[in-house]
C-alpha cells in the first residue's frame, strides 16, 4: 500500500509515469497488472481535493484544470 499525501497539488503527469512504473514492475509478477491502476498496488490519496489547484505561470484556468488529476489518462478506463 502506498499513502501520496497532497496529491491535489502534484501533477497528472507524475500520477501518470508513477502508475506506468508501477505497471511495468508488477508485470513480471502478475501477468494482468499491466491492465491495472497502478499496477495491482492499493494507493490512498490524501489530502483536501477542494483546497488548491496547481499553480501554472501565465496560465489560464484551461492550462490549469488540464494538468490536474482529474483529466489524468488512469480515469478513463
Keep these: ?10 501533477t497528472r503527469f ?3 509515469a508513477v502508475d506506468q512504473t508501477l505497471r511495468d514492475l508488477f508485470q513480471s509478477l502478475d501477468p494482468i497488472a499491466e491492465s491495472k ?3 495491482g498496488v492499493t494507493v ?3 489530502r ?6 496547481l499553480v ?4 489560464k484556468r484551461h492550462d490549469i484544470v488540464s494538468v490536474t488529476l482529474h483529466k489524468s489518462e488512469m480515469w478513463k478506463d
Design 1 to 10: 500500500m502506498t499513502v501520496w499525501d497532497e496529491a491535489p497539488t502534484t
Design 14 to 16: 507524475a500520477f501518470d
Design 37 to 39: 491502476s497502478f499496477g
Design 44 to 46: 490512498i490519496l490524501g
Design 48 to 53: 483536501d481535493f477542494q483546497q488548491i489547484l
Design 56 to 59: 501554472i505561470s501565465k496560465g
